[in-house]
């Protein structure tokens, strides 16, 4: 049975002292596009993995409610 200082997320239950790290895509106007659940067991392997996942968004990446960093987006280039 899950208790007040554990988090669950799909099958996954993470206990108090264990991170819990989502990647949240960012539009260029701040807003959630998408949320993903990283499977990690520290903040260099988070973010390595967050890495992978900055396209055409920017990714923030928070380990419960501390935020680890925000990696923005390559710049657009403007249209010819």
Same mark, same amino acid.
């Given at each position: 049975m899950?208790?007040?200082?554990?988090?669950?997320?799909?099958?996954r239950? %993470?206990?108090?002292d264990?991170?819990?790290?989502? #990647?949240?895509?960012?539009?260029?106007?701040? =807003?959630? $596009?998408?949320?993903?659940?990283?499977?990690?067991?520290?903040?260099r392997?988070?973010?390595? %993995?967050?890495?992978?996942?900055?396209?055409?968004? #920017?990714?923030?990446?928070?380990?419960?409610? =501390?935020? $680890?960093?925000?990696?923005?987006?390559p710049?657009r280039r403007p249209?010819?």
């Open positions: 899950l208790n007040a200082s554990s988090a669950s997320t799909l099958n239950t %993470f206990g108090p264990q991170p819990c790290y989502r #990647a949240y895509l960012v539009d260029h106007d701040d =807003r959630l $596009v998408w949320a993903e659940l990283i499977n990690a067991n520290d903040d392997d988070a973010v390595r %993995f967050a890495l992978t996942m900055v396209e055409n968004h #920017a990714i923030e990446l928070w380990d419960r409610g =501390r935020f $680890v960093i925000r990696l923005d987006a710049a249209l010819a």
